[in-house]
């Protein structure tokens, strides 16, 4: 048995050298070919270069990915002006239909908050939703089929707006995953007013197939009592309009006065009026203050409230007041894409006075994206000047340098395939195929100076080199290849990130190997010529020097 296993060795060993050496000699048939036509090569790989640079500038670009953490957050708003009681049944029905969802784990709910503005609010809650890992969630394991099936179950069974999302891809980045935007307006005008172009804005981003919603919780038709105070009666009765404000805010509001320890905890004190004695406008009957003649002065004498409709919470960007809208992709499109449909809608939209700019992770990829170009062009400027010192000279370096858009060509053929963006993942499996497609290049380039040293022509010295270390190439390239097949068929929370990155790296790995052992020796036999022409340029021009 051991003997039938070793003779089947090496008849798999003979057979597979006897075919490599059949693929070898085509090769070099095929390196010959071209070495002749240079200007086929040269084409062609003009032709590979245009190809990777069209495909580069149309992908869809990204920046992080958005990962299946098996987390949801869902919102529910109701009229403005409604109560915490009806906020929380209405919560309530909701909660019992996502409960019931086959694709859900657990979900917990808090009512009379905010999650965008970061504010109390007695119409809005929110919810966090645990969903079973993807292989038990059923026939629907797709998270974002699952937002859509609950938001198609939701939708018509509560009264008010129900709004689900992911969390954003980093922690700490925002409320809600997506595109965040900040309008500003920075002409001071009035809330109504900016909140009417804020909902064009988002009518304008709804109706663009690019964008799958579009939405803000800034409101400005809240119910709220204006105080009107008479400054001048004020005066008269020895008080300040600070002093009377401040004692509303103390009774009405509230106010942390003090703190205290006992028992080696500490204690807040919080002074405010009963509910009783604040629920209605008669309540300010109840309210005295003392002037400086120490006498008890009403503030119903001082205060009149008007009924008026405004925003419940204002906020500011860069010191003007803002708008936050958030807005997330249709399927198939990205980030990248979202932002620009923004952009081009914005232009047309938004009035003179009033402005817009990114917010959370959106802000991070907008100012990433000519960092990438910069780290990208100084990776290749520093690989090429370590050439030009180990080589000594500045044009076989170029040899190397002109193989990477075979790389780069892959790189997007394998990521438009598999329906990835060009996000942050991809572009580190770029920089890395800088020194993994130079790797291969320079071992063709190296032993082919040393063939070239020993007295062989240009010519053949590029075959001899671009032979004798083809098997080396393939082996290590497929290794590394192979190494990154898990990667592409992850599971779970970073699934994303490792997809993007294993085949985009495997994809520029497998063109830059099948085309740039093939056009790597051309370069080499045309800068080698370029270089020797040089050199014997430079050696007249020094025998003259000497002459003279």
């Not at 050496?21 to 036509?37: C, H, N, P, S």
């Amino acid at each position: 048995m051991k003997g039938k296993t070793k003779s089947l060795t090496q008849r798999f060993v003979s057979a597979f050298n006897a075919s490599f050496e059949r693929l070898t000699d085509k090769y070099v048939g095929t390196i010959r070919f071209l070495g002749k036509r240079k200007i086929i090569a040269l084409g062609a790989l003009a032709f590979i270069a245009f190809g990777a640079f069209f495909l580069m500038n149309n992908a869809q670009k990204g920046f992080i990915p958005e990962e299946d953490d098996n987390n949801l957050t869902f919102v529910v708003n109701l009229q403005a002006g409604a109560n915490l009681q009806y906020i929380t049944r209405e919560m309530e029905k909701a909660t019992e239909i996502v409960r019931r969802m086959p694709e859900v784990k657990s979900i917990s709910t808090v009512s009379g908050f905010n999650l965008f503005s970061s504010a109390a609010s007695p119409n809005s809650a929110m919810g966090f939703i645990t969903l079973k890992n993807p292989k038990e969630r059923g026939e629907v394991s797709d998270m974002n089929k699952v937002m859509e099936k609950i938001q198609a179950a939701v939708k018509g069974k509560i009264k008010g707006e129900f709004m689900i999302f992911r969390n954003p891809a980093v922690e700490g980045f925002g409320n809600a995953g997506g595109v965040e935007l900040v309008l500003q307006d920075r002409a001071s005008g009035s809330i109504a007013d900016f909140e009417k172009i804020s909902r064009k804005v988002i009518d304008a981003l709804s109706k663009r197939p690019e964008i799958g919603t579009a939405f803000t919780s800034f409101r400005s038709d809240y119910p709220q009592y204006e105080v009107m105070l008479d400054e001048d009666k004020a005066q008269q009765l020895g008080l300040t309009p600070k002093e009377i404000m401040d004692v509303m805010q103390l009774y009405l509001t509230g106010s942390q006065t003090t703190d205290f320890i006992r028992f080696g905890r500490l204690y807040r004190v919080n002074v405010r009026s009963e509910a009783e004695f604040r629920k209605n406008e008669a309540s300010l009957d109840n309210i005295m203050i003392r002037n400086r003649d120490n006498k008890m002065v009403p503030v119903s004498t001082l205060v009149s409230l008007k009924k008026v409709y405004g925003p419940q919470v204002i906020s500011r960007y860069n010191l003007y007041n803002s708008i936050s809208v958030n807005a997330n992709a249709a399927g198939g499109a990205s980030t990248g894409k979202v932002m620009s449909v923004i952009d081009e809608v914005l232009q047309k939209e938004l009035p003179k006075g009033y402005s817009y700019e990114y917010g959370g992770l959106s802000l991070q990829e907008r100012n990433s994206g000519s960092q990438m170009i910069f780290i990208f062009g100084l990776s290749i400027l520093f690989v090429y000047f370590l050439l030009s010192a180990q080589y000594e000279s500045y044009l076989l370096p170029l040899a190397v340098m002109l193989s990477l858009p075979t790389g780069i060509l892959g790189v997007f053929i394998a990521t438009g395939l598999a329906g990835i963006d060009n996000n942050i993942y991809v572009q580190i499996a770029l920089i890395m195929l800088v020194g993994l497609l130079a790797k291969n290049a320079i071992l063709i380039v190296e032993f082919a100076i040393r063939q070239r040293k020993a007295g062989l022509s240009v010519f053949e010295a590029g075959i001899a080199g671009a032979k004798m270390r083809l098997r080396p190439i393939l082996m290590t390239s497929f290794a590394f290849v192979a190494g990154l097949i898990p990667l592409m068929f992850a599971k779970g929370g970073t699934a994303m990130g490792n997809k993007s990155i294993s085949i985009s790296a495997a994809g520029g790995m497998l063109s830059g190997v099948i085309l740039g052992v093939v056009v790597i020796p051309v370069l080499y036999m045309v800068f080698q010529w370029l270089q020797d022409k040089v050199s014997i340029n430079k050696n007249q021009r020094d025998e003259n020097t000497h002459t003279i």
